[in-house]
């Protein structure tokens, strides 16, 4: 089994394993013994990489990290890269620039293949945000608003309320609203009666709701394209009269890092509304059980 979308795990099983890991953490101690987590990085990364170094030594396994672009810049074929990998560890975690690189490592890995963060998708973001979510807000009758870019970030978060039957709301500029291929696969894993709810107006997307949601306008990679944006997404910041269009006792997420001053003003991010770093810290939690899910090692912990 492989991790490449949100689509690919039980998403209500992983979650109940990440509050059993968070609650009881001595428990899983040796759950990864003798195992060892490979990770290939084409891009930066300070919360999923510490994570997951952090996940895999707390359970009793190895981290090793190969490094970055050269390994995937077609100097050796996935199948020889994969199956090399394989000789030596039990996972692979890589974080890349195009998904299709995921693609090629999983259609030939033996071990399961993990995404960091893929121009697609960041599944594992997904995740953490949704125990967040639980624990703050439930998941029943919760609505989240998504204001800004729709990027890999959000893909994964339209995929985890479909799967969940959270409401979301969508606020992006003309041409940056979802893809109608993520429209159409979160229509395909919904729950009963999922719909999106898009709008190119903030106040709309943000009324009544539990959770307001931002990304950065300008992701990695996309550096050229930042004076565009920053043209398009003028009106899109969230700022505390933005967050008064929401319930009083909503929370401000973002998966970091954060340009305060763009996407969100310094008050809101710093503000008590702020779940970031809550964010920030389930994340180890969602990793161990990624890593407990797809290691399967004891019963009861099935995919």
Same mark, same amino acid.
């Given at each position: 089994?492989?991790? $490449?979308?949100?689509?690919?795990?039980?998403?209500?099983?992983?979650?109940?394993?990440?509050?059993?890991?968070?609650?009881?953490?001595?428990?899983?101690?040796?759950? /990864?013994?003798?195992?060892?987590?490979?990770?290939?990085?084409?891009?930066?990364?300070?919360?999923?990489?510490?994570?997951?170094?952090?996940?895999?030594?707390?359970?009793?396994?190895?981290?090793?990290?190969?490094?970055?672009?050269?390994?995937?810049?077609? *100097?050796?074929?996935?199948?020889?890269?994969?199956?090399?990998?394989?000789?030596?560890?039990?996972?692979?975690?890589?974080?890349?620039?195009?998904?299709?690189?995921?693609?090629? !490592?999983?259609?030939?890995?033996?071990?399961?293949?993990?995404?960091?963060?893929?121009?697609?998708?960041?599944?594992?973001?997904?995740?953490?945000?949704?125990?967040?979510?639980?624990?703050?807000?439930?998941?029943?009758?919760?609505? !989240?608003?998504?204001?800004?870019?729709?990027?890999?970030?959000?893909?994964?978060?339209? !995929?985890?309320?479909?799967?969940?039957?959270?409401?979301?709301?969508?606020?992006?500029?003309?041409?940056?609203?979802?893809?109608?291929?993520?429209?159409?696969?979160?229509?395909?894993?919904?729950?009963?009666?999922?719909?999106?709810?898009?709008?190119?107006?903030?106040?709309?997307?943000?009324?009544?709701?539990?959770?307001?949601?931002?990304?950065?306008?300008?992701?990695?990679?996309?550096?050229?394209?930042?004076?565009?944006?920053?043209?398009?997404?003028?009106?899109?910041?969230?700022?505390?009269? /933005?967050?008064?269009?929401?319930?009083?006792?909503?929370?401000?997420? *973002?998966?970091?890092?954060?340009?305060?001053? !763009?996407?969100?003003?310094?008050?809101?991010?710093?503000?008590?509304?702020?779940?970031?770093?809550?964010?920030?810290?389930?994340?180890?939690?969602?990793?161990?059980?990624?890593?407990?899910? $797809?290691?399967?090692?004891?019963?009861?912990?099935?995919?």
């Amino acid at each position: 089994m492989n991790f $490449l979308s949100i689509t690919d795990i039980n998403v209500s099983k992983v979650l109940s394993l990440a509050k059993a890991v968070k609650e009881n953490p001595p428990t899983y101690a040796h759950a /990864l013994k003798h195992k060892a987590l490979a990770a290939i990085f084409e891009k930066s990364s300070t919360r999923t990489k510490l994570s997951f170094q952090l996940a895999v030594l707390q359970m009793g396994g190895y981290y090793i990290e190969l490094g970055g672009a050269h390994l995937l810049n077609g *100097h050796e074929d996935a199948h020889d890269t994969a199956n090399s990998i394989a000789q030596y560890a039990d996972f692979l975690l890589a974080r890349v620039n195009s998904h299709s690189s995921l693609e090629a !490592l999983a259609a030939h890995s033996p071990i399961p293949v993990i995404n960091a963060l893929s121009n697609l998708e960041h599944p594992c973001q997904a995740l953490a945000d949704l125990l967040t979510i639980s624990e703050s807000k439930g998941l029943h009758k919760t609505k !989240l608003a998504y204001i800004g870019d729709s990027n890999n970030v959000s893909n994964s978060l339209l !995929l985890a309320c479909a799967l969940t039957g959270l409401e979301i709301a969508i606020a992006s500029p003309a041409n940056y609203g979802p893809s109608k291929s993520i429209i159409k696969k979160a229509s395909e894993v919904a729950n009963n009666g999922f719909t999106v709810n898009r709008t190119n107006k903030p106040p709309e997307a943000a009324a009544d709701a539990d959770v307001v949601y931002t990304d950065a306008w300008v992701s990695m990679g996309q550096e050229n394209e930042a004076e565009q944006k920053l043209k398009a997404f003028k009106g899109f910041q969230i700022t505390q009269e /933005l967050m008064e269009c929401a319930k009083p006792d909503a929370i401000f997420m *973002h998966c970091l890092p954060a340009h305060k001053g !763009l996407e969100v003003a310094p008050d809101v991010i710093e503000g008590p509304q702020s779940a970031v770093f809550q964010q920030a810290a389930n994340r180890l939690h969602v990793q161990k059980a990624v890593l407990l899910m $797809l290691s399967n090692p004891k019963p009861g912990v099935n995919a």
